[in-house]
């Protein structure tokens, strides 16, 4: 599998990867990779990216983006970075066939390894009834963990309550990841 450069205008067609997974090459060698939250223009264009990472470019894998903001005082990871269109040497997505199918993890894996071959869960709809192949216990346990904590907990801050919100979907995919790689028969 590989990613395919946004080709063409670029305003029209970011408007159509909004919660896409991109990649980000700035033409000052920095590579980002995160989720299309949206495209916006303010005197040129910028995107912004949810669940952003920085491509750490001596170990080769994807870690906290550097991408910091003064808030309250203090300086702070930005909880949704932007990047001016006029910054950015290329922006990478996957073929439109695949869109929507992988894990933000699999595609920035895809940029560094592109012989990388992601995980895929079976289809089951369990709103109807299980498939055949699916562990309905194991499907039914995790879609009560992903319910019960989409939202967080209230934490009387809007930024920790993002931040919370943020390290739970990453720990979920990382724990359905980690369950597919050893054989787990879920979506």
């Known amino acids: 599998m590989y990613l395919e450069r946004v080709t063409g205008?670029?305003?029209?067609?970011?408007?159509?990867l909004v919660n896409e997974a991109l990649v980000v090459e700035l033409k000052n060698g920095k590579v980002y990779g995160g989720r299309l939250d949206e495209y916006y223009y303010n005197g040129g264009g910028v995107i912004a990216l949810y669940s952003c990472k920085l491509l750490d470019q001596r170990g080769h894998r994807?870690?906290?983006?550097?991408?910091?903001?003064?808030?309250?005082?203090?300086?702070?990871?930005?909880?949704?970075?932007?990047?001016?269109?006029?910054?950015?040497?290329?922006?990478?997505?996957?073929?439109?066939?695949?869109r929507g199918e992988l894990d933000l993890d699999d595609v920035l894996q895809i940029y560094i390894d592109p012989h990388y071959t992601p995980l895929k869960g079976i289809a089951c709809?369990?709103?109807?009834?299980?498939?055949?192949?699916?562990?309905?216990?194991?499907?039914?346990a995790l879609t009560l963990l992903k319910t019960a904590t989409h939202g967080g907990f209230p934490s009387g801050s809007k930024d920790k309550d993002e931040d919370l919100e943020r390290r739970l979907e990453e720990g979920f995919a990382y724990l359905r990841r980690r369950l597919l790689t050893y054989g787990a028969r879920i979506p």
């Open 62 to 98: 994807w870690v906290d983006h550097d991408v910091m903001v003064r808030s309250e005082g203090k300086l702070e990871a930005a909880y949704m970075p932007d990047f001016w269109l006029s910054e950015i040497r290329d922006i990478l997505v996957l073929p439109e066939e695949h």
């Open 9 to 16: 205008r670029k305003s029209e067609a970011l408007e159509d």
């Open 125 to 140: 709809d369990s709103a109807k009834e299980h498939s055949p192949e699916c562990d309905a216990r194991l499907h039914e």
